[in-house]
């Protein structure tokens, strides 16, 4: 805390509430206008509970009343719990993109710690957004600070067997155009899915940045994976308010947590369990919030080096209710062992070691030994560069069919997702199992704001014909639920000048996971010419958040995070204190 933040009792609040004056006067009877008396005024530590509450977010819906246990544990604590909505990012609603809103959270957030007499903040996160931004607010703001995910929802279950969420909906959808499966099934299926409060239950974005959370140090142990409607969790709700208290005391701050260290644990932590394509985007921005250094290679090179431990759909047989039982992600910390930074201190204010040392592995069939995994190293998200983009581009390699992964094949090219849809069902789509799907003007800019359209459903033409997977290749992201041969983030988008704007149907393309190429095989001299006549078009944006995105968001390689919102300016209000 800088010198200018320290009030009367030393707290970051006294400099609101601690001042004898005029300023404290309207800071206090302010608070007493919500019923606080004079003991709750005492200079007590002012623990903020920032709530992504929303009924636009049925994933994040029951923070509502998870806050109340939150609050219960700042007051058994002896602070001032003051509770306050963030922007909440719905990922099945919000158009024309989610992470179009990502940055608009983080930098509200952001914002809200720093301007307001907060001493620490409890962030109560879920959908896939909600926890990225969170952590790339308080990376950026440095204020004590905790966060707190939901947790998944119960398996899903239809007709006697166990279904996740975004994966069999891929599954049914699929099924349900081959002609396998009628309407009437898709529709019980639809209520059968989501049977509880509590974010997707695979180890898609929102599971998998829980256990990222957990991992950098930044919740408690065992947080993670507990499902959203075990009564462990509101007791791990209430812990967590205690903990924010002593957090406030100890002035233990996101910089001493989130460290080179702990971000190298994390990236080890997804590798390990499958974790989505989308923690790149979102690990290099917490990153550049942090200032630390990290680009694509660094996520290859763990990669290369870290099996896939955690059995969990889409790479694998089960869901984050299994992985809790097994032990969540300490559990799998256990296994990891030297592979991980274990002195990195957490929020706990202990080394890393110590919760793993707690740590049982009671389901090995769930979270699998080093010696035994799921796939060998190397399964996880590679890095792809090539001249089809230069700059970068990822592929979840545990989530393709395996024949696939070093492919030659001719494009067939759209150049929006409506274009690719229009032909989809189209029985006539000169299209074959060796063709490379094309998809382009889907990235951060050119959409705008990078939807999860990545993962392109098959021509139905091939579905009937029984193939299952394709490699796809665009600008866009996937959902973390959704698996294939799907080459995503290709960076420099085709809307900023990527070269992905200058493939045409037609050409042949090369994608070679183990060399880690992506190529499309034409000469230099034919596509300097092609570029002489192609001017990328941006999407129209007039005004408002939209526009400021457009102008300043970052490319994928770069995390999508706007480029004036890197780095961290600290707790202090901004202007000169009155
Ligand atoms: Fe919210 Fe999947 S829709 S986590």
Not at 35 to 46: E, F, M, N, T, W
Not at 122 to 132: H, I, M, R, S, W
């Amino acid at each position: 805390m800088s010198a200018r933040n320290i009030g009367s009792t030393g707290r970051r609040s006294s400099e609101w509430l601690g001042d004898g004056g005029k300023a404290g006067f309207i800071a206090r009877h302010h608070l007493r206008q919500e019923g606080l008396a004079s003991r709750q005024l005492d200079g007590r530590p002012v623990i903020g509970i920032a709530n992504t509450w929303s009924e636009l977010t049925p994933c994040n819906a029951h923070l509502r009343t998870l806050a109340d246990s939150v609050r219960r544990g700042i007051q058994t604590a002896g602070g001032l719990a003051l509770e306050f909505p963030v922007l909440s990012i719905g990922e099945p609603f919000m158009r024309p993109s989610s992470m179009l809103y990502r940055n608009m959270m983080a930098m509200e957030l952001e914002e809200l710690c720093r301007a307001n007499p907060l001493d620490a903040v409890v962030v109560l996160t879920g959908c896939d957004k909600t926890t990225p931004a969170a952590l790339m607010a308080l990376a950026s703001v440095d204020i004590p600070s905790i966060i707190l995910t939901g947790g998944p929802m119960l398996n899903g279950r239809f007709r006697g067997r166990v279904v996740g969420s975004g994966t069999d909906i891929w599954r049914m959808t699929e099924a349900l155009r081959a002609g396998e499966i009628d309407a009437a099934e898709f529709t019980e299926f639809e209520s059968c899915l989501n049977r509880s409060a509590g974010h997707c239950m695979t180890m898609g974005t929102a599971s998998t940045m829980a256990s990222l959370t957990e991992a950098l140090g930044m919740q408690l142990p065992g947080a993670a994976a507990l499902p959203a409607v075990d009564s462990r969790r509101a007791v791990l709700a209430e812990d967590t308010g205690v903990r924010a208290v002593e957090l406030a005391e100890e002035g233990l701050r996101p910089s001493a947590i989130m460290t080179r260290e702990a971000v190298e644990n994390a990236l080890v932590v997804s590798a390990a369990c499958g974790g989505s394509t989308n923690a790149v985007l979102h690990m290099l921005a917490i990153a550049g919030r942090l200032g630390v250094p990290l680009t694509l290679d660094d996520i290859d090179e763990v990669s290369r080096r870290v099996p896939l431990l955690v059995d969990l759909m889409p790479s694998g047989r089960f869901l984050m209710e299994e992985f809790a039982y097994a032990g969540g992600v300490p559990a799998l910390m256990r296994e990891l062992g030297d592979l991980l930074h274990t002195e990195a201190i957490t929020v706990t204010g202990r080394p890393l070691a110590e919760s793993i040392a707690a740590a049982r592995n009671d389901g090995p069939e769930v979270i699998r030994p080093l010696r035994n995994p799921v796939q060998p190293a190397g399964s996880g998200t590679a890095v792809l560069r090539g001249n089809l983009a230069p700059d970068g581009a990822v592929i979840k390699v545990s989530a393709a069919d395996p024949a696939l992964l070093s492919h030659t094949g001719p494009a067939l090219v759209f150049d929006s997702v409506a274009e690719y849809h229009a032909v989809a069902d189209d029985p006539d789509l000169d299209v074959t199992a060796d063709t490379v799907l094309i998809v382009r003007n889907c990235g951060p800019k050119g959409y705008p704001g990078m939807p999860e359209v990545g993962n392109l459903p098959l021509p139905r033409k091939l579905l009937e014909q029984g193939v299952r997977d394709l490699v796809r290749i665009s600008d866009a992201r996937m959902s973390g639920t959704a698996y294939g041969a799907c080459v995503l983030h290709v960076a420099p988008e085709s809307a900023a000048g990527g070269p992905l704007g200058l493939v045409r149907t037609g050409d042949l393309v090369r994608l070679d996971v183990p060399g880690r190429r992506l190529d499309m095989l034409v000469p230099d001299d034919e596509l300097a010419t092609r570029e002489a006549e192609t001017t990328p078009t941006l999407p129209p944006a007039e005004r408002g958040w939209t526009r400021l995105h457009i102008e300043h968001v970052l490319q994928a390689d770069r995390g999508v995070d706007l480029d004036f919102l890197v780095g961290s300016s600290g707790d202090a209000p901004a202007g000169t204190p009155f």
